[in-house]
Every structure is written in C-alpha cells, then in structure tokens.
C-alpha cells in the first residue's frame, strides 16, 4: 500500500489522504493498474453532500473544476507514474433539485410515525429529467478530464450514485421510496410493460379478471376497487411493503410489493447502464458500475426494498457496462456477491472494502484469497491499512496458478428474494447467515444467479445449492428436473417452489 501523502485540502470538508484508496491486486486486461501505483479517485459530476469529493456545480449553474484539479495534481506530486481509478458519483446540485420538485425521490413513512426530518433531497431514479441532466454533468466531467494534463492517468471510471451505492438513501428504517410523481409514471409503464393487458394484470395481483360492474357500484367506498385503467395503477403504501401474515409475500395476495422491489431495482440499474452509454460515448477507457451487493443487503432486508441491487442481471447482461465493483463493509463479506455470474458474463470484477481494520487478519487473509480465486481483479482498501495489507499479501502468495475447481456452487434468485417481507427474518438467516456459514465451511464455494443457469450454464461444481428458490414457475421447474435427471446433487434450504407465479403458498407445490 502505497505511504499516505502530506494533507492536501480539495475542500473545505474534504482532506485528500481520507478521500483516495489504493487499489491492490490483480491486473486487468489492458487496464494501467498496478498493485502499488494505482488509486481509486472519488470525484463528483456536480454536488456531494457528504463531503467525499469536491463540488463541481455552483449555484449560479456554472461548473468549478478547482477542487477536482487540485485533487488530481496532488495524486500526481505524491506518486508521478500514478493511475486514477475515477469513482464518480452522480447526483444533483441543490439549484436543480429545488427546480425539479417533480423528479425527486418522495419516501413515505408509516402511518403511525412521523415522518423523519428531511436533511435534503435527492434525485428519483425514475427521472428521465434527472438522467438527462446526469449524463450532460457526466459529459462535462469527462471531457474536462480528456483536456487536461491529467487524462493520461486515468485508467477507468466507476460510476456512482449521489449517495454511493444505487440504492435510494433511507431517512430512517419505516420509510420507503418512491412515491414521486416521476417514480409513478414509471411504475405504471413498467406495469403495463409486464404484463401487458388489465385483465393478466388484476389476475396476477389477485383481483378479478373480469369484475361485474354492477357488484363493483355495490362495494363500499373504502373497499378497494379493481383497476379499470392503466392511470389506475398506484404505489403500495409502507404498511402493505413492511408488513406481512408471513415471512413470504405470497402472489397474488401482495405481488404488488414484490413487483414495486423489483421496480426500483431495475429503475436504479437502467439509470446506472444509461450513464455508463454517455460515459463511453466519450472515453476509451473501461467503464464500470458500483453495483451488485443484494446478498449483502439482506442482512438489512429493508434495504432489499429500498431501490436495492436485485437488477444485477440487467447490468451483468449490457454491453456499455465493462466492469463492476461490489462493496463489502469488511473481509467478512467479501464472499457475498454473484462473483461466477459476473464471470460468466464476462465482467471483470473488483471488491471495495469500506472498513476492512474491523475483520480478523486471519479471517481477512482466507477472504481475501476466496475472492482472488474466484477471479476478482482486483482489491480496493483505504490507504494505510497494515492489517489488510499483510492479508493480501498472504493471500496473493497461496494463490494456484491454475484455480481449483469449487465444490459447492450456491444458486440465490432474485425474483424469490423480491417476495421476502422485509420485517421478517427470512432474508437474514437464509440469505446472509447461510452464506456465510457456508464460506466459513471451508468449502470451495461460487456464487451464481439463478436467471444465468437457466440461460444454460450449468455450474461445474458437484453440489448445487439452492438458496433461496421460492419461486419456481414451469421453466425452473423443467431446469431442476433436467439436472436431476442427469444425477446432478441439488440441495434446497428452504420452501423450494412452495410458491409459482399466480399462485399462492402452497406445501404441496414445493419441490422434492
């Protein structure tokens, strides 16, 4: 790890040594990394609240590109032959927030709490206005960069939200996004989108598909009332998206909720595969998204439900995205991504820790060596981090050339995990806890998403766990049957297939 550099001040909030981290490990193709030269750089498309990188916007609309100029050049005074790793993050300056009340994300609390104090605003992913003015911020940024003396030394972009992670911001854990009028319209075009027609639509959320108009007239006014029209579609309110008689949000009862997870999921995931088109409209350079951490999120299973990372699939399978960067809060969780989907797909990936002095360095050593077996290109820690450092060395030195082959591939779905209620304990102990018992094991273990072996890449691994199949319509079910069929061991912890598209929870539907 490269020696932290004298105090450089890039803003009033901001010191430059807290702001940058080195990036170890291994090389990507044609990217100018090294284990020692190479820093991930935060910088901002236009405003950070948080105080991580300098404001680029002011408030009469112009840009200043002072405090990203001292930034870089004092990169360059502590290490000449340095490469930048440019994090961008994404988000709005405060003039176009109070001008466009419209396009930014509205979070609703439960009815039996006040809401929380709103600190500021942020963008809704849903904003077309707001990806518009996000991709011209992008433009100006990188153009800026490719003029500079700098441009020579910058080896990628990892693109950011506002608030890091492409997940909306929570003010506290009872309230949910996204009841923007933004976020409206593009529900109910995803809706319609989905399943086409009104009469599959109140079929799949439980409503009748054809009503009587005159039984309809005879309902009480609080009754609630078919939907007759697309304009009808709402949000599911907090209360409907918190709580549940189980800890399964069975369809069709509460399949509303589950399509508004996977909603914000894929709103968040577009809008990131939308900024990273413009960026490569402009630089030759790898573009990459920070993105993908869902089993991760499950430890926080409101977080799932908060414009969480369940759109990973989306992002694995565009051709603008050349990369991705899964967080970890520390060595721990390395383990908790689709790292084989990713390789599938043909991403590189790369792991951010945020607090890595917290783990073990034994159990970050053997976390370390899991993610780099696995194919990571590459590690991102805070600079000076001794205990981190030394782990990675020992994990670089006990690396095989050749990696062997896993003994478990754990298979999690997406779409099961979008009908887990996010006030039970469900995604916790099956999702999180199961994973990372099963990487403590000592088992050589991957990760896939179910939606990649159904597209017909069957792990080579000789057990197949399946983590989290709830849901299991008729082409999951004929996958299943073909691998056991061709004597493939698979294992289900828990209800597999007790629920199927258009249907309730049933015992009798669970595979076996």
């Not at 899964?326 to 991403?347: C, I, Y």
Request: net charge negative.
């Amino acid at each position: 790890v490269a020696v932290t550099p004298p105090a450089a001040k890039v803003s009033p909030t901001t010191i430059f040594p807290k702001a940058i981290a080195n990036l170890v490990g291994h090389s990507v193709a044609d990217w100018r990394l090294s284990p020692t030269r190479a820093y991930l750089v935060p910088m901002c498309a236009n405003f950070d609240a948080r105080g991580l990188a300098p404001d680029v916007a002011l408030p009469d609309g112009q840009r200043c590109w002072d405090g990203l100029e001292e930034m870089l050049n004092a990169l360059v005074q502590h290490d000449p032959e340095a490469t930048a790793l440019v994090e961008v993050f994404a988000g709005a300056a405060p003039t176009w927030l109070a001008t466009h009340p419209d396009d930014c994300a509205k979070l609703l609390p439960l009815r039996a709490r006040p809401a929380a104090p709103r600190q500021r605003n942020f963008p809704s992913f849903s904003s077309a206005a707001w990806q518009e003015a996000a991709a011209a911020d992008l433009a100006a940024l990188v153009n800026h960069i490719a003029a500079s003396p700098w441009a020579g030394m910058v080896s990628g972009y990892v693109l950011a939200s506002g608030d890091d992670t492409w997940a909306t911001f929570l003010l506290d854990p009872v309230s949910l996004p996204d009841y923007s009028p933004a976020a409206l319209s593009a529900f109910r075009a995803w809706v319609r989108e989905k399943y086409k027609t009104l009469p599959d639509l109140r079929t799949a959320w439980g409503q009748a598909r054809r009503p009587v108009m005159e039984l309809m007239k005879a309902l009480p006014p609080d009754e609630p009332r078919p939907i007759m029209a697309w304009d009808e579609v709402t949000l599911p309110v907090p209360e409907r998206r918190l709580t549940a008689p189980t800890d399964l949000l069975e369809p069709p009862m509460f399949q509303d909720v589950a399509d508004v997870t996977l909603f914000l999921a894929e709103q968040s995931a577009t809008a990131a595969a939308k900024l990273a088109r413009a960026t490569k409209l402009l630089t030759k350079v790898p573009v990459g998204i920070l993105y993908g951490g869902w089993l991760a999120d499950s430890e926080d299973p409101i977080q799932l439900a908060a414009a969480g990372h369940l759109a990973l699939g989306h992002l694995l399978r565009s051709p603008d995205v050349d990369f991705l960067v899964f967080k970890a809060e520390d060595a721990t969780a390395a383990w908790l991504a689709p790292f084989a989907s990713a390789k599938f797909h043909g991403k590189p990936w790369l792991l951010k820790f945020t607090s890595p002095g917290n783990a073990q360095e034994q159990s970050s050593a053997e976390s370390l060596a899991e993610a780099l077996g696995a194919g990571a290109a590459g590690i991102i820690a805070p600079v000076g981090s001794p205990q981190l450092t030394a782990a990675w060395r020992a994990a670089d030195k006990t690396q095989p050339e050749t990696p062997k082959r896993p003994q478990v591939a754990a298979i999690v779905d997406a779409a099961s995990a979008a009908h887990i209620c996010p006030a039970g304990s469900l995604a916790t102990d099956v999702l999180a806890q199961q994973l990372r018992q099963l990487e403590a094991s000592g088992l050589r273990c991957e990760i896939w998403e179910l939606a990649d072996v159904l597209e017909g890449r069957t792990p080579d691994a000789p057990l197949l766990l399946f983590v989290n199949a709830y849901l299991l319509g008729q082409r999951e079910r004929e996958l299943l049957a073909t691998l056991r069929a061709a004597g493939r061991v698979l294992v289900f912890s828990y209800a597999a297939g007790a629920m199927a598209p258009y249907s309730g929870i049933s015992g009798r539907r669970v595979f076996s």
